[in-house]
């Protein structure tokens, strides 16, 4: 038996050896995995999701802009309507539209020149007489604001008779637009009589001296064909009858139709009347 053991060891110490030998020939390295390990810029990786946020929120910026505009196009105002459009418009609304007394179609029929401040009666009349010879087929009708105030307030019947009453009681200046009002509705009442059958000039004295009646009155009755500036009554007289605040505003009267090209300053002290009529009367045809 220990003989056979030993014979056992014999043989397999060869084996043992042999398979011992073939493992210490396996190179170390061939047994070990290699890795790449991969460096990627971490900067990258952080800008490039901004930028796509960036690009995403500027598509949908665009597709918005584009969206309000159009519901913008489609709601564009009218540029025309028809008379029962409009008037259902004012009826819906409760807008009703400005009539003015004089129409488009009328301004050659009656036409209108003003005289912010005056300070004869005489020299009046000689702008009233050389209208007249500038164009003699025409009628000349001079209105006097202060004469037609006068009137209203003395005529209880009047519409702004109880107006004009009680703020001279309590000395309380008029409102704006009253004058052009008492105006308008003089010059409607001439109209509707034999007097508004003919061609007419209105030559009106002492008005408008503010501009907020010179708007009223070509909103509401109708174009002024001149405004009319007596350079020597202005510079002389008007400082001595009127104060600073009144002043101001009749100048501000004459430079707001000047900058509509409708002021023609009269130097009537030294010049020929009836020429300079002629040539403002020239310039209206």
């Given at each position: 038996m220990f003989r056979l053991g030993q014979l056992g060891r014999t043989i397999a110490a060869p084996r043992l050896n042999l398979s011992l030998g073939s493992v210490k020939r396996i190179p170390l390295q061939a047994s070990c995995r290699n890795y790449v390990i991969v460096h990627k810029d971490l900067s990258k990786t952080k800008k490039e999701p901004r930028i796509r946020y960036i690009a995403y929120l500027v598509a949908v910026s665009w597709v918005a802009i584009w969206f309000v505009s159009g519901q913008v196009d489609k709601k564009k105002p009218k540029q025309y309507m028809s008379e029962r459009e409009f008037q259902e418009y004012e009826q819906s609304t409760g807008i009703k539209r400005r009539h003015k007394l004089i129409t488009s179609d009328l301004n050659s029929k009656y036409k209108f020149y003003v005289i912010p401040y005056i300070y004869s009666d005489e020299e009046l009349e000689n702008i009233r007489s050389s209208l007249k010879k500038a164009d003699p087929s025409r009628k000349i009708v001079v209105l006097d604001p202060s004469k037609l105030v006068a009137e209203e307030k003395a005529d209880e019947t009047k519409r702004y008779s109880a107006l004009i009453n009680d703020l001279d009681a309590a000395h309380k200046p008029y409102p704006p637009g009253?004058?052009?009002?008492?105006?308008?509705?003089?010059?409607?009442?001439?109209?509707?009589?034999?007097?508004?059958?003919?061609?007419?000039?209105?030559?009106?004295?002492?008005?408008?001296?503010?501009?907020?009646?010179?708007?009223?009155?070509?909103?509401?009755?109708s174009d002024i064909s001149k405004c009319l500036i007596l350079h020597y009554d202005v510079l002389n007289e008007l400082p001595k009858q009127k104060n600073d605040n009144e002043v101001r505003s009749i100048k501000n009267v004459e430079g707001y139709f000047d900058s509509v090209g409708k002021s023609k300053s009269l130097v009537s002290k030294f010049d020929q009347m009836d020429k300079k009529f002629e040539e403002i009367m020239l310039e209206d045809y």
């Amino acid at each position: 038996m220990f003989r056979l053991g030993q014979l056992g060891r014999t043989i397999a110490a060869p084996r043992l050896n042999l398979s011992l030998g073939s493992v210490k020939r396996i190179p170390l390295q061939a047994s070990c995995r290699n890795y790449v390990i991969v460096h990627k810029d971490l900067s990258k990786t952080k800008k490039e999701p901004r930028i796509r946020y960036i690009a995403y929120l500027v598509a949908v910026s665009w597709v918005a802009i584009w969206f309000v505009s159009g519901q913008v196009d489609k709601k564009k105002p009218k540029q025309y309507m028809s008379e029962r459009e409009f008037q259902e418009y004012e009826q819906s609304t409760g807008i009703k539209r400005r009539h003015k007394l004089i129409t488009s179609d009328l301004n050659s029929k009656y036409k209108f020149y003003v005289i912010p401040y005056i300070y004869s009666d005489e020299e009046l009349e000689n702008i009233r007489s050389s209208l007249k010879k500038a164009d003699p087929s025409r009628k000349i009708v001079v209105l006097d604001p202060s004469k037609l105030v006068a009137e209203e307030k003395a005529d209880e019947t009047k519409r702004y008779s109880a107006l004009i009453n009680d703020l001279d009681a309590a000395h309380k200046p008029y409102p704006p637009g009253l004058i052009t009002a008492i105006l308008k509705n003089h010059i409607q009442f001439l109209m509707n009589t034999r007097e508004g059958t003919f061609d007419t000039n209105y030559l009106i004295k002492n008005y408008p001296q503010t501009t907020s009646e010179a708007i009223k009155f070509e909103n509401d009755v109708s174009d002024i064909s001149k405004c009319l500036i007596l350079h020597y009554d202005v510079l002389n007289e008007l400082p001595k009858q009127k104060n600073d605040n009144e002043v101001r505003s009749i100048k501000n009267v004459e430079g707001y139709f000047d900058s509509v090209g409708k002021s023609k300053s009269l130097v009537s002290k030294f010049d020929q009347m009836d020429k300079k009529f002629e040539e403002i009367m020239l310039e209206d045809y």
